[in-house]
């Protein structure tokens, strides 16, 4: 079965310093995708960025990047320079179901962004 | 591109009867929705995979009879939440798949249901 944990409920960071968000997951799947959302106080999902599992090297887009570690399958977003509007609950994700690209999400990290 | 809207945005109906939430990708079409269900402070969590023509998936634990979900165009597809009961208030979410992709997902604005 898949699984995607999301350890850390609240994290707190200063305006333009950076911060790391944890992600660990399972899966019985060869090939996958990962993802982190995005949700602002708007609700409305954002993808910040994917990874294809089948690629070494770690995406990385503007300000957010991740550390994906297939081995120890984790899956970290780290925001450099945060801005205010970073804040907003994140949620790591990925594919299930083969061909039917099912979503499972992680229980997500609140992100406050401290002026 | 890529834009998935979602009506209402809200909604408030009594115990008993029953509402139709509408999905619709704007500037794509879309083989495949999905519908989430998100309680406050909670993840997404998946209610069933809906195919263009064909009869909705649905995730274990979700009742196909209450939640109706009707996928008629590729850019369309309709939940309607039948005998709506105070517990089934929550933010109702979907998503669409571009035809021939593989992976992203984008997402609608949510909807608010309020069951009083």
């Known amino acids: 079965a898949q699984t995607v944990t999301q350890s850390q409920p609240e994290m707190s960071v200063q305006e333009a310093e950076t911060v790391t968000l944890s992600c660990t997951y399972d899966t019985s799947e060869s090939n996958y995708y990962l993802f982190w959302y995005k949700q602002p106080p708007s609700r409305q999902m954002i993808l910040v960025i994917r990874?294809?599992?089948?690629?070494?090297q770690n995406a990385t887009e503007n300000r957010f990047s991740v550390n994906f570690q297939k081995a120890a399958k984790s899956f970290s977003l780290k925001i450099s320079d945060s801005q205010l509007g970073d804040t907003a609950m994140y949620f790591c994700a990925t594919v299930y179901g083969g061909a039917t690209n099912k979503l499972i999400f992680g229980t997500g990290t609140l992100l406050a962004v401290q002026p | 591109g890529a834009v998935v809207s979602q009506h209402p945005s809200r909604v408030i109906c009594k115990s008993g009867t029953s509402v139709k939430i509408e999905c619709r990708s704007l500037d794509f079409q879309a083989t495949t929705m999905f519908w989430y269900r998100q309680f406050p402070k909670q993840s997404l969590m998946l209610m069933a995979t809906?195919?263009?023509?064909?009869?909705?998936?649905?995730e274990q634990g979700v009742e196909k009879d209450k939640f109706l979900i009707n996928h008629a165009s590729l850019t369309l597809s309709t939940l309607t939440v039948t005998s709506a009961h105070p517990e089934d208030s929550s933010f109702y979410i979907c998503?669409?798949?571009?035809?021939?992709?593989?992976?992203?997902?984008?997402f609608g604005p949510g909807t608010r249901l309020t069951v009083t």
């Open positions: 990874q294809e599992a089948y690629k070494q």
């Open positions: 998503s669409a798949q571009r035809a021939g992709s593989s992976d992203e997902q984008y």
């Open positions: 809906s195919n263009e023509g064909s009869k909705a998936t649905y």
